[in-house]
């Protein structure tokens, strides 16, 4: 009996041994993913309040599976490629991304201004394809990017398939977070904004996540009516101002010709890379 009971307690030790370090690997992951940026151990250490020595285990183990990059220069980890090149290979994911990349690429060099293709995960629209603007001074957007619902464009279509009661408890839940002086904290003045978006089909974004840059989005939906997507358009506000009308316009063109394509049989699409 005594035999038993120590058995089962040493089993139950590593159990949550190994649920704790799954869970720190998954928050390292998450760290990451968050914004693209680089960090050192000490920076996950501190970020993550875990031991120097957990943090560079983890981040060692990372690099050699493939999932982490290692600079030797700077002694930061960054997403590798590799991982980046993974994820994108999703294929409901991948055979979107391919289909909107001529419709990105036709957005950015008629318009001139950086355009990119969100998708949905949890509470945060995520870029999983775009294509730069030109010259010097434009917005610049990285794969797997993510932001708040209540402070873009794409959010705002999201927000508005659903309706002011369920919108009103999303945001409950979330939180609104005061990004820029622009960003929308209010949930009636948003909840404005987001019947808009229902009224006219397109949503906007005037500096509430970047200051001094403003875009527009329109909605990529699935055969029966759902948001499978968003093609967006940014810039800095007084490009985008200036040319309003018509980067909406190409805008909700491009999003329709690419919902029609989603629709479409696959023996009516085009190629991928058609003109």
Same mark, same amino acid.
């Not at 875009?215 to 029966?224: D, I, L, Q, R, Y």
């Given at each position: ?75 930061? #980890? ?103 002086? *622009? ?32 875009? #527009?989005?329109?909605?990529?939906? *699935? ?37 029609? *394509? ?14």
């Amino acid at each position: 009996m005594a035999t038993r009971n120590s058995s089962s307690g040493s089993r139950s030790r590593p159990r949550d041994a190994e649920n704790r370090s799954a869970s720190r690997v998954l928050d390292v992951l998450d760290l990451f993913l968050e914004d693209g940026a680089g960090y050192t151990i000490t920076d996950v250490s501190e970020r993550l309040r875990i031991p120097k020595s957990t943090a560079h285990g983890i981040l060692h183990e990372m690099s050699r599976h493939g999932y982490l990059t290692l600079d030797r220069a700077t002694n930061r #980890f960054t997403i590798s490629l590799g991982f980046v090149g993974r994820t994108r290979a999703t294929p409901a994911i991948e055979v979107l991304r391919q289909r909107a990349r001529r419709h990105l690429a036709r957005l950015s060099a008629t318009l001139g201004e950086t355009s990119k293709l969100i998708a949905y995960e949890g509470a945060n629209s995520v870029a999983i394809d775009f294509v730069d603007g030109r010259g010097p001074l434009k917005y610049a957007v990285r794969l797997g990017q993510r932001w708040p619902l209540h402070a873009t464009g794409g959010g705002k279509l999201y927000l508005a398939q659903h309706d002011d009661a369920t919108v009103r408890e999303m945001l409950g839940e979330l939180g609104l977070e005061q990004i820029t002086n *622009e960003t929308i904290v209010e949930v009636d003045a948003l909840l404005v904004e987001v019947a808009d978006v229902r009224r006219q089909g397109w949503a906007r974004q005037r500096e509430e996540i970047h200051e001094g840059i403003s875009g #527009f989005a329109a909605p990529v939906k *699935e055969p029966g009516g759902t948001l499978l997507a968003a093609l967006v358009v940014m810039g800095p506000t007084a490009r985008i101002d200036e040319h309003a009308d018509a980067i909406v316009e190409l805008l909700v063109a491009e999003a329709h010709a690419l919902s029609e *394509e989603v629709a479409a049989p696959e023996t009516d699409r085009l190629p991928v890379g058609a003109p």
